[in-house]
């Protein structure tokens, strides 16, 4: 008797209500938002780095597909966050779209507005880099960001003007209009003193991409040296802010980057140049020194196996090694004594990727802080012997 009436009132109970045919209810893209950030930081906290990169590359993606799939609709704010999912998503035509009406929606805060204008201008240079966007579109889109820098400078927004001037920079590299990137990048840094430094590196940069004449060498030394000096005038008054404020180790660590800035005048001045000597403490294989490669064309390739770049990086060289290694083109990596060192990362080198489900957890090292000279001599030791297993895991 007990299971029948049991059954009876579960049998009441209300059904869910999909099982009606209806789609199941989905967070409200402020809210999902809200959690996800609430996630990336609790992993940023713990140092799980693993975990926050998957929460940024799956979660944007599954939210916007339960979205979709509830045929919900969304204006105003909720539009504004919806966005954000559409960039993270890389869904870049969709977060222009999205953008360009929050920033014309007179209901939102200036604030919202503004940012809806720099997310604009990031899906912008996203659909640069994969293609997706270009010729005249492209132009029109660039003009659009140009119109909303203007307002946002208006409204005084300087942080987010520089913040914008800097991806505008990257947005006209993309199209290859050197000129008006380095003067985005002067822009970012006479905006925003504390961007002097990642702009000076990245105008040098631009400076350089796609020269290819000696004969044009001399006028990017002049053009370079004038940009250096600019950029480190920008970074001392940084750097005097900084200690009128009392702020003494951020001080500190703005004149180590002013220290760089001024360095930055050393790659040109190799452009052209006879390759300075080197040999190095420890080779792994048969180049020890410039003198044991003389006569071919070498690529020299500053890593680490702590650097994510670097690693994303290696698939391209293997593949230069194969299309080239046989007619005189040489590959030497480089890496430095450093603080960490770890035996793989396969799910930063796509060619690998795959290892990365079976591969287990990796073997890693740290210096000691305040170590003795015995302990630092240890991890030397040690260090070398897991960078000969990354280079053999990572072919």
Request: include cysteine; aromatic fraction near 8%; hydrophobic fraction near 40%.
């Amino acid at each position: 008797m007990r299971r029948i009436v049991l059954l009876l009132v579960l049998l009441a109970l209300p059904l869910p209500a999909y099982a009606a045919g209806e789609a199941p209810s989905v967070q409200s893209p402020k809210e999902a938002w809200s959690a996800m950030q609430k996630e990336l930081a609790a992993a940023r906290q713990a140092r799980d780095y693993r975990l926050y990169r998957r929460i940024q590359q799956t979660r944007p993606k599954e939210f916007l597909d339960a979205f979709e799939k509830s045929g919900r609709k969304a204006e105003g704010e909720e539009l504004f966050f919806l966005a954000q999912f559409y960039g993270a998503a890389s869904r870049w035509a969709e977060a222009r779209a999205a953008c360009r009406t929050c920033a014309d929606d007179a209901k939102l805060t200036e604030s919202m507005r503004n940012s809806a204008r720099l997310l604009y201008a990031r899906a912008l240079l996203g659909g640069l880099r994969d293609g997706s966007l270009a010729g005249e579109e492209a132009s029109r889109g660039l003009e659009i960001a140009e119109q909303d820098l203007a307002k946002i400078a208006e409204g005084g927004g300087t942080a987010l003007a520089a913040s914008l001037h800097g991806t505008l920079a990257r947005c006209c590299e993309a199209l290859d209009r050197k000129a008006a990137a380095l003067r985005h990048y002067l822009e970012a840094a006479r905006k925003n003193p504390a961007l002097a430094y990642g702009s000076a590196r990245s105008a040098i940069t631009a400076l350089m991409s796609g020269v290819h004449e000696l004969a044009a060498y001399d006028g990017l030394r002049e053009e370079g040296k004038k940009l250096v000096e600019e950029f480190a005038a920008l970074q001392e008054r940084y750097v005097a802010k900084l200690r009128e404020a009392g702020q003494e180790s951020q001080a500190s660590r703005a004149e180590r980057y002013l220290k760089r800035i001024r360095n930055m005048t050393q790659p040109l001045e190799m452009l052209g140049r006879p390759a300075p000597a080197w040999t190095l403490l420890k080779a792994w294989g048969d180049v020890k020194s410039l003198e044991d490669v003389k006569g071919k064309v070498v690529m020299v390739d500053f890593w680490a196996t702590w650097c994510p770049w670097c690693i994303r990086s290696f698939p391209a060289i293997r593949d230069l090694l194969r299309d080239y290694g046989d007619k005189d083109f040489v590959v030497v990596g480089v890496t430095a004594p450093a603080g960490y060192v770890t035996s793989h990362r396969y799910d930063l080198d796509e060619d690998l990727a795959e290892k990365a489900k079976t591969a287990g957890p990796a073997e890693t090292l740290r210096l000691p802080r305040d170590g003795t000279p015995e302990q630092i001599s240890a991890f030397r030791v040690k260090e070398k012997e897991i960078i000969g297993k990354f280079l053999a895991n990572h072919e």
